[in-house]
């Protein structure tokens, strides 16, 4: 039955909708997401996660370059991503569980550098109408 539910859920997801993003964990603590696979540097681990072929190359700040991310900041940069996909990079980084609605649809314009992924998550919600919540290792975005 799992199995049945998996492989309904993969063909209703159209093979146009997937490309990639990339993780990169410098090894210092620092973890970038981006479109373009990671610099390859000693020490740096690249993992790949789902995204859609909206999430174009990111466009880089000549303003922050250079700067190191403190704590649990995060950067992300993408032309136009998934807001699914966006809440599930928070989520990947910040270690909790995401409980999506499946009525967050849409995509947006995503940059922010050297910021805390919680004042990410309650910006990128509150400009798109969404409530975002968190609570006991869990992530909960809704709409209003």
Known sequence: MIRTT???MLMAITP???ATVYKCD???GKVEYQATPCAKAPGTKETTLKSSPAAAAPATDQRTKGRQCTGKEMSMDFANIPLAVAFNIIADFSGNR???????TGSAAVRYTCTAWDAIASDLGARHGLVTRVENGVIDVRPR
């Open 26 to 28: 410098a090894g210092s």
């Open 6 to 8: 998996f492989l309904a």
């Open 98 to 104: 995401l409980t999506l609605s499946p009525a967050v």
């Open 16 to 18: 146009m909708a997937w």
